[in-house]
T-cell receptor, first 114, second 108 residues
Framework: KAGVTQTPRYLIKTRGQQVTLSCSPI?????VSWYQQTPGQGLQFLFE???????NKGNFPGRFSGRQFSNSRSEMNVSTLELGDSALYLC?????????????FGPGTRLTVT | KNEVEQSPQNLTAQEGEFITINCSYS?????LHWLQQHPGGGIVSLFM???GKKKHGRLIATINIQEKHSSLHITASHPRDSAVYIC??????????FGKGTRLSVIA
């Protein structure tokens, strides 16, 4: 089975721009979670999607949004980029989410905002 | 919100040494995950456990629910074990809460 894929792997954007990141989960997995990792804050939960519905949301401003498509692929969007948004963005998929199932992480998208 | 503490923050070991990384949390959980992150960023899930002990190769993970504490042990450590090890906990269906990680360097 193919693993979780994320595109693009690297991205450089300018302050004020917007960006869209993509995540393709493992086939059959219906839950996709997004995380932000920075040196200062470590890993933080952004949001989780299950069957095209946002099920959980972390403590991030409304500039961070996401969606999930019927094939379980997910995208996250960050509008009006700030320098502090520079981070590694990871997505993870699992069968249904929750505590019963393991999460499988993608390789991440490294976003640099200049 | 659950607070997750890991110790030590950094660890340097000689090849072959037995290594222990600790994780404690503040609120009862449904599951605890141990993750491994190599330079470059990719994260691999090592264990998911809610009670007792699990073993995979040279890695052993234990959890004590009453004491809200888990340990990750690496036997016969090897330079390829050098990575950041992250503990994460989940309560019910709430999102994962992560520790800050333990950076392990194993020297040949």
């Amino acid at each position: 089975k193919a693993g979780v894929t994320q595109t693009p792997r690297y991205l450089i954007k300018t302050r004020g721009q917007q960006v869209t990141l993509s995540c393709s989960p493992i086939s059959g997995h219906r839950s996709v979670s997004w995380y932000q990792q920075t040196p200062g804050q470590g890993l933080q939960f952004l949001f989780e999607y299950f069957s095209e519905t946002q099920r959980n949301k972390g403590n991030f401003p409304g500039r961070f949004s996401g969606r999930q498509f019927s094939n379980s692929r997910s995208e996250m969007n960050v509008s009006t980029l700030e320098l502090g948004d520079s981070a590694l963005y990871l997505c993870a998929s699992s069968l249904t989410g929750g505590a019963l199932y393991e999460q499988y992480f993608g390789p991440g998208t490294r976003l640099t905002v200049t | 919100k659950n607070e997750v503490e890991q110790s030590p923050q950094n660890l340097t070991a000689q090849e072959g040494e037995f290594i222990t990384i600790n994780c404690s949390y503040s609120v009862g959980i449904s599951a605890l995950h141990w993750l491994q992150q190599h330079p470059g960023g990719g994260i691999v899930s090592l264990f998911m456990l809610s009670s007792g002990k699990k073993k995979h190769g040279r890695l052993i993970a234990t959890i004590n629910i009453q004491e809200k504490h888990s340990s990750l042990h690496i036997t016969a450590s090897h330079p390829r074990d050098s990575a950041v090890y992250i503990c994460a906990v989940m309560t019910g269906n709430t999102p994962l809460v992560f520790g800050k990680g333990t950076r392990l360097s194993v020297i040949a």
